[in-house]
């Protein structure tokens, strides 16, 4: 098809017919009838028999639109050309390689002036060189010389070039472009009245063929076999038993791709960016080790051994939580909001020593030998007092009061000093004991009167007590409020002195 193009093109250019005599009228057209002679003579050429055949792909078209303006002296102070100049350019181009590209161009150049339009119409042949810039596309410079037309005279130009095409699709690429022209004075030599001008724009260029899809790779044979059908040949493929990927690296050609590096491929690391082991569990298989199943890589954590959480400090990271700090994690710490130590005994394990185990601890124990009376008087500071009758015990699973909490008669009020003494006594109890997590205050009546009447005034009573207690400076979170009524009593109700006794508070650990 180029063959026949080229020589269509010289046949209309040799004949006397009517289209070539409008060429010949108007000096525009007479540059582009050059431009049209030089482009059936670089098909012609390309068409003929070569030891390189001819590759359509490598043919493309460039169009630049830009403004500049003019530069030399004599046309801007004689010819009163203005500052803004426009062109226009059409180039043919065949890449003999990548870098180096012969090319045929026709441009037109406009200048405005107070005497009336200027141009200049330049056909001419050049070369452009475009070494690859990356991942933005190639970077070019090219020259042109050629034949210019300037008002009625017949002009020597020329042209340089530089810029960058960034390539948007197969066939297409755009990018800025800057050039500078010369149009030589009428005796063709350089002088101070030759022409000098320049523009920035913006170039495109089209492939007049998209690029050729590449070979398939040849089929494997019995000569040069490819056992995993990977279209590498075991030859040259590391694991010639695995399906893979060509890479560069001889010791990964042919393998399945591994991100990590740690020799489990991606399709079944679990972990397919951090290095791991193998492992039989595939939620695991190529994840770091991590014995403790926190999700904590052990190589991260404190404490690889033991269940923990993740903490900015890499001395806890992994660790489970001690919000005392003592070293005893909160699960297993009696005390875990005051630092302690360690004890076989659960109930004590985290809390500061206590050797008379009255809950308060040595450091502030004036007694360290001698339990605390707990009876509303000077409970903290940790000695009996010796006339004094005990009115609060810690005893197993309850806080055992010796007298009871008296109240109004049918109503949730608190009455008498003894009974604000014994709520005192038992707030000291929980105080001294931060291990104790939570005491429920049980509210229980006698048989007498309606039982819902019953269940619900032991229910406010329990809320009485514990209201009080809040006030001593118990936590409220530790201390719960149930109302029995009549359901649990200590002894039968046959008696007066059995009702007075069914009639009671009582504190139990939970």
């Known amino acids: 098809m180029d063959h026949l193009l080229g020589h269509l093109w010289l ?13 010949a009228k ?35 078209l460039r169009v630049e639109a830009g403004v500049g303006s003019m530069l030399s002296d004599h046309q801007r102070e004689k010819l009163r050309y203005s ?10 181009g065949y890449a003999l390689v990548p870098l180096l590209t012969p090319q045929v161009s026709f441009a037109y150049w406009r200048f405005p002036s107070e005497r009336g339009e200027g141009f200049v119409a330049s056909t001419t042949a050049g070369l452009r ?11 070019f410079v090219d020259g042109n010389l050629g034949y210019s037309r ?3 005279d017949n002009r020597l130009g020329a042209d340089i070039g530089t810029g960058l095409e960034i390539e948007v699709h197969r066939s297409v690429a755009l990018g800025p472009v800057a050039r500078l022209g010369w149009v030589a004075q009428p005796d063709s030599k350089p002088g ?17 063929a998209p690029p050729a899809a590449p070979a398939p790779a040849p089929a494997a044979s019995v000569e040069d076999p490819d056992r995993d059908g990977d279209g590498i040949a075991d030859r040259v493929d590391a694991c010639p038993e695995l399906p893979g990927e060509k890479s560069d690296d001889p010791k990964k050609n042919g393998c399945p791709p591994d991100k990590d590096g740690d020799g489990i491929v991606d399709r079944v690391d679990a972990c397919p960016l951090e290095p791991g082991e193998k492992s039989d569990d595939p939620k695991k298989n190529g994840c770091p080790p991590d014995r403790d199943g926190d999700g904590i890589a052990d190589r991260e954590d404190a404490c690889p051994a033991v269940v923990g959480m993740k903490n900015e400090d890499p001395r806890k990271n992994g660790c489970p939580p001690d919000r005392d700090g003592d070293g005893i994690a909160d699960a297993e710490d009696a005390c875990p909001q005051t630092p302690g130590v360690k004890d076989a005994d659960p109930k004590k394990n985290g809390c500061p020593p206590d050797k008379d185990g009255d809950g308060i601890p040595d450091e502030r124990d004036r007694c360290p030998s001698e339990p605390e009376t707990y009876n509303g008087i000077e409970d903290d500071d940790g000695c009996p007092e ?14 055992r009061i010796t007298q009871q909490v008296n109240f109004k008669l049918d109503k949730a009020e608190i009455e008498g000093k003894s009974s604000f003494q014994i709520l005192d006594a038992v707030s000291a109890v929980l105080k001294n004991h931060p291990e104790i997590r939570e005491v429920e205050v049980q509210g229980h009546t006698d048989d007498k009167g309606d039982a819902g009447y019953n269940l619900e005034l032991s229910q406010r009573r329990a809320e009485a007590v514990r209201e009080a207690m809040i006030q001593r400076g118990v936590a409220p979170e530790r201390l719960k409020a149930t109302g029995f009524g009549k359901k649990a009593p200590l002894v039968p109700n046959t008696s007066a002195a059995n009702r007075a006794r069914n009639r009671r508070v009582e504190f139990h650990l939970r």
């Open 11 to 23: 046949f209309l250019y040799r004949q006397d017919t009517t289209l070539v005599s409008i060429f």
């Open 26 to 60: 108007d000096p525009i057209l007479r540059s582009l009838r050059t431009f049209l002679l030089l482009f059936a003579l670089s098909s012609h050429a390309a068409a003929e028999p070569s030891a390189s055949a001819f590759r359509a792909e490598r043919l493309a």
């Open 83 to 92: 500052d803004l100049a426009m062109q226009g350019t059409v180039r043919l």
């Open 129 to 139: 060189v475009s070494p690859p810039a990356g991942k933005l596309g190639r970077l």
């Open 150 to 152: 300037t008002g009625e």
């Open 192 to 208: 101070p009245s030759d022409a000098l001008f320049w523009s920035f724009g913006l170039g495109a260029a089209f492939r007049l």
């Open 386 to 399: 010796k006339k004094q009758k005990t009115l609060a015990t810690l005893e197993g699973e309850q806080i």
